[in-house]
T-cell receptor, first 110, second 114 residues
Framework: QQQVKQSPQSLIVQKGGISIINCAYENTAFDYFPWYQQFPGKGPALLIAIRPDVSEKKEGRFTISFNKSAKQFSLHIMDSQPGDSATYFCAAGRDDKIIFGKGTRLHILP | ETGVTQSPTHLIKTRGQQVTLRCSSQSGHNTVSWYQQALGQGPQFIFQYYREEENGRGNFPPRFSGLQFPNYSSELNVNALELDDSALYLC?????????????FGPGTRLTVT
């Protein structure tokens, strides 16, 4: 199976709160797990990515947590800001192929 | 350094027609991938071109075809358009196929098939 399952479909968080988006994959051959951010009218942009040999990666307010045994990974956005309101996609890939989740529409309340 | 550009921005076609979408890759990138993004869905991989050759293909029928030119720009051609082909078509470029996850996306072409 090549699916990547993402949840929740939509998320509302207060400004300053923590936004958490979860993903699960099935194919253990995947060897990189990126997260993309997409604003309306724009293409997705790479936010942060992790390899399966690392359990956590942090870049500024964004953190990926990776659980290889559970085949799950998550994005945490600390101190969420209204400018973070966007659609977020998790993905899993190997070599030239990437499978995307269906996306989470995040809205940060001011 | 210019980013990834796509043309046209929007396009309306009739079922059964053919369409060509264009993409200019980021400077220095020799790999271009094409994706179909239906409304409310994540992008779905169509195919990838590396140095003018198809380097991988997703689960799309042969009526979806592509080209990459010596300057690494690319075209996506879709024949015999169907209503379900209505979507945002994204191209993305990367330094090489091993850096696909670091790809830069263009703004997309919104195709409507009536």
């Amino acid at each position: 199976q090549q699916q990547v399952k993402q949840s929740p479909q939509s998320l509302i968080v207060q400004k300053g709160g923590i936004s958490i988006i979860n993903c699960a994959y099935e194919n253990t051959a995947f060897d990189y797990f990126p997260w993309y951010q997409q604003f309306p009218g724009k293409g997705p942009a790479l936010l942060i990515a992790i390899r399966p040999d690392v359990s956590e990666k942090k870049e500024g307010r964004f953190t990926i947590s990776f659980n290889k045994s559970a085949k799950q990974f998550s994005l945490h956005i600390m101190d969420s800001q209204p400018g973070d309101s966007a659609t977020y996609f998790c993905a899993a890939g190997r070599d030239d192929k990437i499978i995307f989740g269906k996306g989470t529409r995040l809205h940060i309340l001011p | 350094e210019t980013g990834v550009t796509q043309s046209p921005t929007h396009l309306i076609k009739t079922r059964g027609q053919q369409v060509t979408l264009r993409c200019s890759s980021q400077s220095g990138h020799n790999t271009v991938s094409w994706y179909q993004q239906a409304l409310g869905q994540g992008p779905q991989f169509i195919f990838q071109y590396y140095r003018e050759e198809e380097n991988g293909r997703g689960n799309f029928p042969p009526r979806f075809s592509g080209l990459q030119f010596p300057n690494y720009s690319s075209e996506l051609n879709v024949n015999a358009l169907e209503l379900d082909d209505s979507a945002l078509y994204l191209c993305a470029s990367s330094l090489d196929p091993s850096r696909t996850y670091e790809q830069y996306f263009g703004p997309g072409t919104r195709l409507t098939v009536t």
